[in-house]
């Protein structure tokens, strides 16, 4: 999946932040197809069940259905054309999400082989968080961090020092 790149510095801060918030005794819906992530909360005790590949701007079903007590989505929202209505139809009353920032000094993501692996959106902070809120939820706690790659030139210095990921835990706002 990686190709090489594996992302161990956010693998280890994403588990952190959600050991930090989310006990071990509470299931989980994961959006998106299993993957390395959710093989890791596995690994750590969790009970994760993932989502199929459907298109979440149009299907809704699965969050719709689902009995678990958190969803998580890390790396999910800036692939949807909509987030908003999924994050509107989600049953539970937990959420943790991470997006990569958008970064001034370079392009939005986009595979030239992979429709479903492009980033329709990239996010600020502010942004996310207004979606969030917006959506109905109340956001409890963030972290951001850098992401430095082994490369030389403008860009991957700057990347030592610009965050490039950010992690919310948010909760339902009560109706």
Request: proline share 5%; glycine share 4%; with cysteine.
């Amino acid at each position: 999946m990686y190709e090489g790149k594996y992302p161990h510095k956010r693998y280890r801060l994403t588990l952190e932040f959600l050991k930090k918030h989310i006990p071990k005794d509470e299931n989980i819906l994961d959006l998106g197809v299993e993957n390395p992530f959710s093989e890791i909360m596995i690994n750590e005790g969790y009970q994760v069940e993932n989502t199929k590949g459907e298109d979440l701007d149009l299907d809704f079903e699965v969050v719709q259905n689902s009995s678990a007590k958190v969803v998580t989505a890390f790396e999910i929202f800036e692939h949807l054309v909509a987030p908003y209505n999924v994050l509107c139809e989600i049953k539970c009353d937990k959420l943790i999400a991470s997006i990569p920032m958008r970064l001034w000094f370079s392009s939005a993501y986009r595979s030239k082989t992979d429709p479903w692996d492009r980033h329709y959106h990239e996010f600020e902070d502010w942004q996310f968080d207004w979606l969030l809120e917006k959506a109905g939820w109340q956001i409890k706690d963030t972290m951001k961090w850098t992401n430095p790659v082994k490369k030389i030139g403008v860009r991957p210095l700057l990347r030592y020092f610009t965050n490039r990921y950010y992690i919310v835990y948010a909760e339902r706002n009560s109706k």
